[in-house]
C-alpha cells in the first residue's frame, strides 16, 4: 500500500528525536506531511543520557523521506516552554493539524534490568522506594497534558485536529507498577481528551506500539525479542490522519498492529507483524 497523501498537513511529533517518535515523524514525511519534530535533543546543546540521536537527525530523515522537517528544541516537562514551542509553530505555519506526544523519559538510567534507584523490573511496590514514581509521571503523562493543552485552542478554533498520545496497551498489568501506572496515565487523558474536544471537531487517541526495536533496544541486545520496528505505529499514525472517519475512533487506544489491518500499511520490513501480548 503507498503511503496516504498528507502533503497539506501541518504535524507535530513531541519526542522525536529517536524511538518511535522518530518512526512517527519519518512515516508522515513518507506521506509528503511538513512535520516539525521536537525534544531536549540536538547536536547543538545538550543530548538526553548523552546520546547521539538529535532532533536534526529526524528533521533530515523527514526530508529525506519526502516530507518538510522542521526542528525546535522543547523541554516538554515545561509548561512554559512547551506553550513557547506552541507560539512558535503557529507564528511559522499558522495552523497545527496533527500533533503525537512520543515524550518517554522513564526509562533514562535503566540498563536493562535495574533502574538508577538499584530496583529491578518488576519489583513489587512495597520492596520499591515511592519516590521515583512522580519522575515516571513527569516523564510521560505530563508532557502529553502540556502539548495537547498548548495545541488544543488552535485545534478548536479550526474545529477540525488529530492528537495522538503514544502509550503502550494497559489491558493488562505491564510487569511494573511504576511503568503500568504511567501508560494507563497517559491512556486516560487521550479518552479525556476525546471527551472536553468531540464537541470542537478534534479527535484525540492512544496510539499503542508493541515490543519496538529503538536504539534503546538495540544498545541494550533486546532488539532481536522487538516485535517491530519504530515507522510500523508511524504509519498507523500517518493512517489515522488521512482518514476522513477518524473522529469515530476517538477516545480509544489503538494498537498498530490493529490498524495495520484496517488500513493495509506495513512495516520497514513488508509485513504486518501481529499485536504484541504482555505474559504467556
Not at 498528507?6 to 513531541?14: E, G, T, Y
Not at 543530548?47 to 530523515?61: G, H, K, N, V, W
Amino acid at each position: 500500500m503507498s503511503a496516504p497523501d498528507l502533503s497539506q498537513k501541518i504535524c507535530l511529533v513531541a519526542g522525536a528525536s529517536r524511538g518511535v517518535g522518530r518512526g512517527l515523524a519519518r512515516a508522515l514525511g513518507e506521506a509528503g506531511a511538513t512535520v516539525i519534530v521536537t525534544a531536549r535533543s540536538s547536536e547543538t546543546g545538550a543530548r538526553t543520557e548523552m546520546r547521539p540521536e538529535s532532533i536534526e537527525d529526524t528533521a533530515r530523515l523527514v526530508d529525506a523521506a519526502g516530507g518538510r522537517g522542521h526542528h525546535y528544541l522543547c523541554d516538554h516537562r515545561s509548561e512554559r516552554a512547551t506553550d513557547a514551542m506552541m507560539h512558535w509553530v503557529l507564528r511559522r505555519f499558522g495552523r497545527i493539524d496533527v500533533a503525537a506526544c512520543s515524550v518517554w523519559g522513564g526509562n533514562e538510567g535503566y540498563d536493562g534490568e535495574r533502574y538508577p534507584d538499584g530496583a529491578g523490573w518488576g519489583t513489587p511496590f512495597w520492596r520499591r522506594s515511592a519516590e521515583p514514581y512522580l519522575g515516571f509521571l513527569e516523564a510521560g503523562p505530563v508532557p502529553a497534558l502540556l502539548l495537547a493543552r498548548a495545541v488544543a485552542p488552535a485545534m478548536v478554533a479550526a474545529r477540525s485536529g488529530l492528537i495522538a498520545l503514544v502509550s503502550f496497551g494497559t489491558e493488562d498489568y505491564l510487569g511494573d507498577i511504576f511503568y503500568d501506572s504511567a501508560k494507563a496515565a497517559t491512556n486516560r487523558l487521550a479518552l479525556a481528551f476525546a471527551r472536553d474536544l468531540a464537541p470542537h471537531g478534534v479527535t484525540a487517541v492512544g496510539l499503542s506500539p508493541g515490543f519496538v526495536a529503538t536504539e534503546r533496544a538495540r544498545d541494550l541486545g533486546q532488539d532481536g525479542l522487538a516485535t517491530e520496528g519504530p515507522l510500523y505505529a508511524g504509519r498507523a499514525l500517518a493512517a489515522l490522519a488521512a482518514d476522513p472517519d477518524v473522529a469515530a475512533r476517538t477516545g480509544t487506544v489503538l494498537h498498530a498492529a490493529d490498524l495495520a489491518r484496517i488500513y493495509g500499511f506495513t512495516d520497514a520490513d513488508g509485513t504486518q507483524p501481529e499485536r504484541f501480548r504482555v505474559g504467556p
